[in-house]
Nanobody, 128 residues
Framework: EVQLVESGGDLVQAGGSLRLSCAASGFTFDDYNIAWYRQAPGKEREGVSCISNSDGSTYSADSVEGRFTVSSDNAKNTVYLQMNSLKPEDTAIYYC?????????????????????WGQGTQVTVSS
């Protein structure tokens, strides 16, 4: 059974940092890429970053470039999202998702249908 479990969400002040984790099981980790999406209240789910577990290549949205870093620990089948310089507009539920093959672009709306497996989400709240 495929499982993706996010953790690390919390309430933090603007300018602070958080590290989210996505623990994966039930599939060959190295053959998949993992994406991070987020969904704020009343807004569409949007792609944040993705990483190819085969070679570590990454893509990130312009809104988080330079502030968020996605990485993976293949020995632990876990992907991380390090979030620095957090802003109130980063407040959202953050989801990780998995899809076979490499990540070739910033995850977008199409990925909502292409990513086969999703976690349950973790809440990130940034206070001003």
């Amino acid at each position: 059974e495929v499982q993706l479990v996010e953790s690390g969400g919390d309430l933090v002040q603007a300018g602070g940092s958080l590290r989210l984790s996505c623990a994966a099981s039930g599939f060959t980790f190295d053959d998949y890429n993992i994406a991070w999406y987020r969904q704020a209240p009343g807004k569409e789910r949007e792609g944040v970053s993705c990483i190819s577990n085969s070679d570590g290549s990454t893509y990130s949205a312009d809104s988080v470039e330079g502030r968020f870093t996605v990485s993976s620990d293949n020995a632990k089948n876990t992907v991380y999202l390090q979030m620095n310089s957090l802003k109130p507009e980063d407040t959202a539920i953050y989801y990780c998702a998995a899809k076979w093959g490499p990540c070739t672009t910033v995850p977008g709306r199409r990925g909502l249908y292409e990513y086969n497996y999703w976690g349950q989400g973790t809440q990130v709240t940034v206070s001003s």
